[in-house]
C-alpha cells in the first residue's frame, strides 16, 4: 500500500525567498512520484515527475525535486519564489507495479507569496 | 489538442436528486479516472476506467455511485439521491496506454459539486 504525507498545510515565504514544500511516502514497492499545482478553482496541472531516471528532477517554473530514497522523501524546491507561485500543491504517489496507475495525494500544501 | 473536458463545471442538486458529470479525455486517450475532492482535502481516487470496462473502482462508495465509460461518448459518473455529503469537486483524469511503465494523467478543470 501506498501513501503520502505533506508536511505543512500551509507555507508562507517572502517573494524572492527558498520554497521548500515537503513530501514523505510510504510504499513497498519502488514508487513514482508526482508534484501537482493547483490554481482556485481549476484542475491540476502536472510540475514534475520521478520515475526512477534520474534522483533529482526538474520541472516546470523553475521548481525541481530531488528523491530521497533513504528518507523516503520527494521535497519540491526552488530557488526564488514568484507571486505567481502562490497556489496548492500537491504530492502523489503510485505504484510502479501497478496495472491501475491510481495516483494516492497527500492532503495538499497552500503556499502564500508576500510581497 | 484539447485539454481534458468536463462539465458542466459547477452542478447544484438538492438531496435526493440525482447528479450526473461528463468527462472527456484528450484525444487519443482510452483511460480515465475520477478523484474525489472534499473540502480542505486532497483527491481521493474513486474509479478508473477503459473504453466499456471499469478496471478498478476500489474507491468507489459502494451505494448509489456509478461510472461508465462507452465505447461512445464521454465518461459518466452518476451519483444517484445526493445527499450534502457528496458536495465536492470531482476531477476526471485521463491518459493514454502506459508509456515507460506508468500512466501520465492530465486532469480536467473539475465539477463542483454542490448539494442543497
Known amino acids: 500500500a501506498q501513501s503520502v504525507t505533506q508536511l505543512g498545510s500551509h507555507v508562507s515565504v517572502s517573494e524572492g525567498a527558498l520554497v521548500l514544500l515537503r513530501c514523505n511516502y510510504s510504499?513497498?514497492?519502488?514508487?513514482?512520484l508526482f508534484w501537482y499545482v493547483q490554481y482556485p478553482n481549476q484542475g491540476l496541472q502536472l510540475l514534475l515527475k520521478?520515475?526512477?531516471?534520474?534522483?533529482l528532477v526538474k520541472g516546470i517554473n523553475g521548481f525541481e525535486a530531488e528523491f530521497k530514497k533513504s528518507e523516503t522523501s520527494f521535497h519540491l524546491t526552488k530557488p526564488s519564489a514568484h507571486m505567481s507561485d502562490a497556489a496548492e500543491y500537491f504530492c502523489a504517489v503510485s505504484a510502479s507495479s501497478s496495472n491501475t496507475g491510481k495516483l494516492i495525494f497527500g492532503q495538499g500544501t497552500t503556499l502564500q507569496v508576500k510581497p | 489538442n484539447a485539454g481534458v473536458m468536463q462539465n458542466p463545471r459547477h452542478l447544484v442538486r438538492r438531496r435526493g436528486q440525482e447528479a450526473r458529470l461528463r468527462c472527456s479525455p484528450m484525444?487519443?486517450?482510452?483511460?480515465v479516472y475520477w478523484y474525489r475532492q472534499l473540502p480542505e482535502e486532497g483527491l481521493k481516487f474513486m474509479v478508473y476506467l477503459q473504453k466499456e470496462n471499469i478496471i478498478d473502482e476500489s474507491g468507489m462508495p459502494k451505494e448509489r455511485f456509478s461510472a461508465e465509460f462507452p465505447k461512445e461518448g464521454p465518461s459518466i459518473l452518476r451519483i444517484q439521491q445526493v445527499v450534502r455529503g457528496d458536495s465536492a469537486a470531482y476531477f476526471c483524469?485521463?491518459?493514454?496506454?502506459?508509456?515507460?511503465?506508468?500512466?501520465?494523467?492530465?486532469f480536467g478543470p473539475g465539477t463542483r459539486l454542490t448539494v442543497l
Open positions: 520521478y520515475t526512477s531516471a534520474a534522483t
Open positions: 483524469a485521463s491518459s493514454p496506454p502506459a508509456t515507460g511503465g506508468y500512466n501520465e494523467q492530465f
Open positions: 510504499s513497498s514497492v519502488p514508487p513514482y
Open positions: 484525444k487519443g486517450h482510452s483511460h
